[in-house]
């Protein structure tokens, strides 16, 4: 009897088998309700981005690139309230309150006591927290309790690991879907975390928290980021289309490296003649005695064991006479995949391009011409005002929006008519978020197109002033009138302070000055 063994392939969604016989690549299927039974997905999925952003090479400075371009130390903030929409209240008054609001809303934002449920972070380091799950994992989830602190009530914010927000017991059910609950209408109504017992770490328990408060609050912020369905329930990484070339590439490396240190050590053999006698003492015997009798002068001990499975380590300056018809040959290893560099750049150029990252900001290498490196360095800035936006627009302003309405509540500053609609609380909680400037190769050149810019009306001084330093222009306006008093008033006989375009006027400066001091002398 004979037996035939068949070889039986596994199907994949990836491949699709035509009655030719032929393979037709990438052909996906995707169900049409994308978050039936995806437990299990959502969970590798969250795990795999994280390792990658962690541990991956290229992975980690995807990350680390987008978070530090668009987020830096910390989003500054500047109250944005449309005087248009307070008609009645004059404009004076609105930026007094905006001055006020700011300067709260700094005190708050640098103190880890005020702002972090935990006592840890400031806002700064949780928005580059917040950022690294929005890239890294898809989610965020950020618990806003509102806090005594002292005799003053503010936000503190509790970030939460999209990890640990799951179904309980790890089921979904028609309401419930991979941790987040829903009504009738789709809307997300509650959130379950998992609650970690540090004494029993496979022990969980689950607790619900509604969206909303029973006063209407937004009690956990959750935002998405990288879906790629309308109903999708979870965010996805944005290390995900790049996960199996990311781990291939790391094991590609990891074989290079491994093969550098092979090639990096020397060993030999003895070899011998045809018809070479053999000998009672061979020499493999005097190395070895020569190098126990080397360690025992040296170190007062013996490393060679006599079973043999101990490495000889030759000492610098040994000399060892070898017999007649006996010579060393030495063991050396391929060298490392040729073009291995240029592999690896080519591979990183790929993966950073699909990220909106320029490869030359990705390795930090501008080597390239004025205008290629300035253009890469804008397209950088663009993904970081992307990235800084989709932050800003699902989180920040909620957390922004919850503090003006602690404020308001408190009295800490008094917003006319405040609490009379939904429309006024929204008004009184606009702000504009911005991050680092945009870094210019050449700041001359950058200076000169923007005062063309304003010259001729295509921008505004606010505009390129954060676009040149970062800073608010009402800022460096009050800052430099301030400092130009100082100047006349000190007298120090600066020739032409701060720029100004006629001297004359600083000597007017200082006759009224003194002439205004003689004048309280006398009376």
């Not at 291995?340 to 390795?363: H, Q, T, W, Y």
């Not at 400092?483 to 032409?496: F, Q, S, W, Y």
Request: net charge negative.
């Amino acid at each position: 009897m004979s037996f035939f063994r068949r070889k039986i392939k596994a199907d994949s969604i990836y491949t699709h088998s035509q009655k030719s016989g032929q393979t037709r690549n990438f052909n996906p299927i995707f169900p049409d309700n994308i978050n039936y039974l995806q437990n299990y997905a959502v969970k590798k999925g969250f795990t795999d981005g994280f390792a990658l952003s962690i541990k991956n090479i290229i992975g980690s400075g995807i990350v680390n690139t987008i978070v530090k371009e668009a987020v830096g130390n910390g989003l500054s903030c500047e109250s944005s309230i449309d005087s248009a929409f307070f008609k009645n209240i004059p404009q004076e008054r609105i930026n007094e309150i905006q001055k006020q609001i700011e300067s709260y809303f700094a005190m708050w934002s640098s103190d880890p006591v005020l702002c972090d449920y935990r006592n840890v972070s400031t806002l700064g380091k949780l928005e580059q927290m917040i950022l690294r799950l929005a890239v890294s994992q898809g989610d965020v989830f950020v618990i806003v309790r509102i806090e005594k602190v002292g005799s003053v009530y503010f936000p503190q914010l509790e970030l939460v690991h999209p990890l640990l927000c799951e179904s309980p017991n790890g089921v979904d059910t028609d309401r419930i879907i991979s941790g987040i609950e829903f009504d009738r209408k789709g809307r997300e109504v509650a959130y379950y975390f998992k609650k970690i017992d540090n004494s029993q770490p496979n022990s969980y328990e689950w607790q619900r928290i509604t969206k909303y408060s029973r006063n209407g609050r937004v009690q956990v912020v959750h935002a998405k980021f990288n879906d790629v369905h309308p109903s999708q329930a979870r965010g996805r990484s944005l290390l995900t289309p790049e996960t199996e070339s990311l781990i291939q590439i790391d094991r590609f490396i990891d074989a290079n490296l491994s093969k550098a240190v092979m090639q990096a050590g020397i060993s030999y053999s003895i070899e011998k003649d045809l018809g070479v006698v053999e000998e009672a003492t061979s020499t493999l015997d005097e190395i070895k005695s020569a190098v126990m009798q080397s360690d025992e002068e040296t170190l007062g001990q013996t490393t060679y064991s006599e079973g043999g499975d101990a490495p000889l380590e030759i000492k610098p300056g040994m000399t060892i006479e070898m017999r007649p018809g006996e010579r060393l040959k030495s063991f050396e290893s391929s060298a490392p995949v040729t073009g291995f560099k240029e592999f690896m750049l080519a591979m990183a150029d790929v993966l950073a391009s699909d990220n909106g990252i320029p490869s030359s900001k990705l390795f930090k290498k501008f080597d390239a011409s004025y205008s290629a490196s300035q253009a890469s360095m804008q397209e950088a800035h663009k993904n970081a005002e992307y990235w800084k936006s989709e932050i800003c627009n699902s989180v920040l302003n909620e957390i922004y929006s919850q503090f003006v309405w602690c404020l308001a509540v408190q009295g800490l500053v008094e917003m006319d008519g405040y609490f009379d609609s939904e429309f006024n609380r929204k008004a009184w909680s606009q702000v504009q978020w911005y991050s680092q400037a945009l870094v210019h190769i050449d700041p001359v050149k950058a200076v000169n197109a923007s005062m063309l810019k304003v010259k001729y009306g295509f921008s505004t001084y606010e505009t390129e002033t954060r676009n040149l330093t970062g800073q608010s222009w009402d800022t460096v306006v009050d800052k430099l009138a301030d400092e130009r008093k100082r100047i006349i008033d000190a007298n120090t006989g600066l020739a032409n302070p701060l720029g100004l375009d006629d001297i004359s006027e600083i000597e007017e400066a200082e006759d009224d000055t003194e002439k205004n001091n003689v004048e309280n002398a006398d009376s």
